[in-house]
């Protein structure tokens, strides 16, 4: 069953990517004459009795040329059809990926409408979101700025002014023949792990390129729309219930602020100490959602999203994921009070989706009403506590009661005040944890990955996981289940399971390297030598997201 859906998730990944070879040539002369061969057979008839969805063709083409770096365990020919004949169908496998592509395009489009233009498909860009937030009912049409169609770079993430227009057909063939190469260089000989690499991979290429151009605001990327098809035909291949074929689960890690700014004033290394929790409260969140789809086969595709301590994951409705979800939560609520005497809580739930929206429940289309629903169960299983603290419906009182500390007040740990020193150094009286702490603070600005490991291999413990952060990757990470690439700079790493994920860990340096002292950098000041902070805030922003995107914004204004 993994195997099938990793096969799925594959397929839901490389469905569309015919789309940027579509937009690459201006004609077929570039697919070989076995494409070709089956252009009757993959795409659907028009009106007018040719060929429409013509960018089947080119995923042909694409997995064709791909198919002999996939995973041996993977049936490259299997995979090639699944993709392929995704608007023409012929078996139930390639009938899931048909209807994973329908149900992400109307997760994508249902808000706006599409239209008919006789402007050329290859000329239209990514339309920036922000540029279609509006609170009146009038239609809001995006300025001159649009997203070009190239790799992720520091240098292309904000919006150009629109050149008139041009087609950006240079542009996609970069992106194909930078996609093609790269992934012959991968060597990953396990699915899941290449699946993972291979999204990370997508979204470097395809963040800025639209999924649909014959709509009237296109500001849904190719890579959005393939992610959420993986996720759905995942889900649809292993599901018990067709009728509610989705489980959505989401995570919720509290009273971060209060751990994090716990750590005792005077006791040393502040900065370090409180960028390590910090650090360490983001890597919670993280590591546990990745390692819940890690323990169900599933890629990190069916991660939704992952911010400030909750996450949110798209699942296959069974009793292995149900089983899967209560032992991460007692697992992690076990580990919160044994590791942090109950400082942190931690919420996670979950709920039936069904394919379509029904007279009781709305269907996977309707993310906003789901996520509301998930979010107020969240907030019910936070007002009941870590599940340890009581057994069939009593308080567990043996469980309130954590155990004390008989020595002396001078043996205490200097910065948390609650567990027994171990440092041997007279000036530095720090428990375990708080040392640890530190010694992940002082890592992390020098790191550029995070590795993940389900077991207990990596340096840092966690809930239901351990990790190493590390400049530089050995050979001793094929191990890893996951590595996360804090800069998305290092692209020739292709034989182990990578992805991206911006971090930010920047902090000055001297001319050697070394971390400031935040005396040595008030020292730097112009005028007074003093430090200084900026805290900016966007009042509203929620609101402005949740209620504005969902404006008359995307109305056809006729």
Same mark, same amino acid.
Not at 138 to 143: D, K, L, M, T
Not at 246 to 267: E, L, M, P
Not at 279 to 291: E, G, H, L, P, W
Not at 428 to 442: F, N, P, S, V
């Given at each position: 069953?993994? @195997? ?76 090639? @059809? ?313 308080? @567990? ?162």
């Amino acid at each position: 069953m993994e @195997n099938n859906i990793t096969v799925m998730a594959l397929a839901g990944l490389l469905h569309d990517v015919g789309k940027v070879g579509q937009r690459a040539f201006v004609d077929e002369k570039h697919l070989s004459g076995a494409t070709l061969g089956i252009a009757d057979y993959l795409c659907p008839k028009n009106e007018f009795g040719g060929r429409s969805h013509k960018h089947v063709l080119y995923t042909n083409e694409f997995c064709e040329l791909i198919k002999n770096n996939l995973p041996p365990g993977i049936n490259r020919s299997e995979l090639v @059809n699944l993709a392929a004949y995704h608007h023409r169908p012929t078996d139930e496998f390639q009938a899931i990926i048909s209807r994973a592509d329908r149900l992400s395009a109307a997760f994508d489009r249902d808000a706006y409408q599409a239209v008919d233009s006789a402007a050329s498909f290859r000329k239209t860009q990514l339309i920036p979101i922000t540029g279609t937030v509006s609170f009146t009912e009038e239609a809001v049409f995006p300025g001159n700025e649009l997203l070009e169609p190239r790799a992720l770079s520091a240098d292309r993430i904000f919006p150009t002014m629109n050149d008139g227009a041009k087609e950006k057909t240079t542009d996609y063939r970069k992106l194909w023949d930078g996609l093609i190469q790269t992934i012959r260089d991968f060597k990953i000989p396990d699915g899941l792990r290449f699946t993972n690499s291979l999204s990370s991979l997508f979204e470097r290429y395809l963040w800025a390129v639209p999924s649909a151009t014959n709509v009237m605001v296109p500001d849904i990327s190719l890579f959005d729309h393939l992610k959420a098809t993986a996720a759905i035909a995942a889900c649809l291949c292993a599901a018990e219930s067709q009728t509610a074929p989705f489980i959505f689960a989401a995570g919720d890690f509290g009273g971060i602020q209060k751990y994090i700014f716990s750590i005792k004033r005077g006791s040393g290394k502040m900065a370090k100490a409180l960028r390590g929790r910090s650090f360490k409260v983001n890597a919670f969140s993280d590591s546990t959602a990745y390692m819940i789809l890690a323990e169900l086969g599933l890629p990190s595709t069916n991660l939704v999203l992952s911010a400030g301590g909750r996450f949110y994951l798209l699942l296959p409705n069974n009793e292995k994921t149900i089983r899967a979800l209560k032992k991460q939560r007692e697992s992690i609520h076990e580990w919160i009070i044994e590791k942090t005497n109950g400082e942190l809580k931690f919420s996670l739930d979950w709920l039936e989706v069904s394919a379509e929206d029904n007279q009781s429940e709305p269907g996977i289309k309707n993310f906003p009403k789901i996520k509301d629903l998930i979010d107020q169960k969240l907030a019910d299983s936070g007002m009941r506590g870590l599940t340890p603290l009581a057994t069939n419906g009593k308080w @567990n009182t043996a469980v309130w009661l954590r155990p004390g500390y008989s020595g002396s007040s001078e043996e205490l740990c200097r910065s948390c005040q609650s567990n027994p020193a171990v440092s041997a150094a007279q000036d530095e009286k720090l428990c375990k944890t708080c040392l640890e702490d530190r010694e992940l603070g002082r890592l992390a600005v020098k790191s550029n990955y995070m590795v993940n490991f389900r077991d207990r291999s990596g340096k840092f413990h966690l809930p239901i996981a351990s990790f190493d952060v590390l400049q530089e990757l050995t050979e001793a990470e094929r191990a890893a289940d996951l590595i996360v690439d804090f800069r998305g700079e290092n692209v020739a790493v292709y034989d182990k399971p990578i992805i991206t994920s911006f971090k930010n860990n920047y902090v000055p340096v001297d001319d050697s390297g070394d971390v400031l002292e935040f005396s040595e950098i008030a020292e730097k000041a112009s005028g007074k030598k003093y430090l200084a902070y900026l805290k900016a805030d966007v009042d509203n922003l929620g609101f402005i997201f949740s209620r504005g995107l969902a404006s008359g914004g995307h109305n056809n204004p006729d």
